[in-house]
T-cell receptor
Framework: EAGVAQSPRYKIIEKRQSVAFWCNPISGHATLYWYQQILGQGPKLLIQFQNNGVVDDSQLPKDRFSAERLKGVDSTLKIQPAKLEDSAVYLC?????????????FGEGSWLTVV | KNEVEQSPQNLTAQEGEFITINCSYSVGISALHWLQQHPGGGIVSLFMLSSGKKKHGRLIATINIQEKHSSLHITASHPRDSAVYICAGFDGGATNKLIFGTGTLLAVQP
């Protein structure tokens, strides 16, 4: 079974530029998550989708971050304009659903460095 | 104070040693993940459990929901076990958000 795919793996951009990350969840997984993990810290949930609807985006900095999950499958996370403090790993994860019995599967992450 | 606390924060062991990492939480949790993260790598889910005990190879995870405590054990540790281990609990809310622990950095020396 293929895992959660993310791209690009690594990205270096200058501040005020824009960047987009792509995620392809495990087939059939209705729930998709984007997490931000700053070096030395635990992951922070940015946004959670159930199919193509947003169920939690309370910690998404909406002035610069946006995410969409058209057709309830793939998802993109965009940052525009980027700030130095956005340097982090952006982790995509998916699960069958929000029930506690469902395992969450993580991708390898997209490493962003803003200079 | 974090809602999910792990101990120890850092752990160095010799190859072959038995290792225990503890996770305690102060909030209601319906189930808990043990996750492994290698430097520069993504996160791998080792276990998801809501009661009792699970075993996979050299790894054993236990949880006591009432006592709000979980442990991850590694038997016959190996240098390739060196990683950050994170416990994360589902908060049981409408979106079942994961609350992440502080992480334990494990280094197994040959």
């Amino acid at each position: 079974e293929a895992g959660v795919a993310q791209s690009p793996r690594y990205k270096i951009i200058e501040k005020r530029q824009s960047v987009a990350f792509w995620c392809n969840p495990i087939s059939g997984h209705a729930t998709l998550y984007w997490y931000q993990q700053i070096l030395g810290q635990g992951p922070k949930l940015l946004i959670q989708f159930q199919n193509n609807g947003v169920v939690d985006d309370s910690q998404l900095p909406k002035d610069r971050f946006s995410a969409e999950r058209l057709k309830g499958v793939d998802s993109t996370l965009k940052i525009q304009p980027a700030k130095l403090e956005d340097s982090a790993v952006y982790l995509c994860a998916s699960s069958l659903g929000v029930l506690a019995g469902n395992t969450i599967y993580f991708g390898e992450g997209s490493w962003l460095t803003v200079v | 104070k974090n809602e999910v606390e792990q101990s120890p924060q850092n752990l160095t062991a010799q190859e072959g040693e038995f290792i225990t990492i503890n996770c305690s939480y102060s909030v209601g949790i319906s189930a808990l993940h043990w996750l492994q993260q290698h430097p520069g790598g993504g996160i791998v889910s080792l276990f998801m459990l809501s009661s009792g005990k699970k075993k996979h190879g050299r790894l054993i995870a236990t949880i006591n929901i009432q006592e709000k405590h979980s442990s991850l054990h590694i038997t016959a540790s190996h240098p390739r076990d060196s990683a950050v281990y994170i416990c994360a609990g589902f908060d049981g809310g409408a979106t079942n958000k994961l609350i992440f622990g502080t992480g334990t950095l494990l280094a197994v020396q040959p």
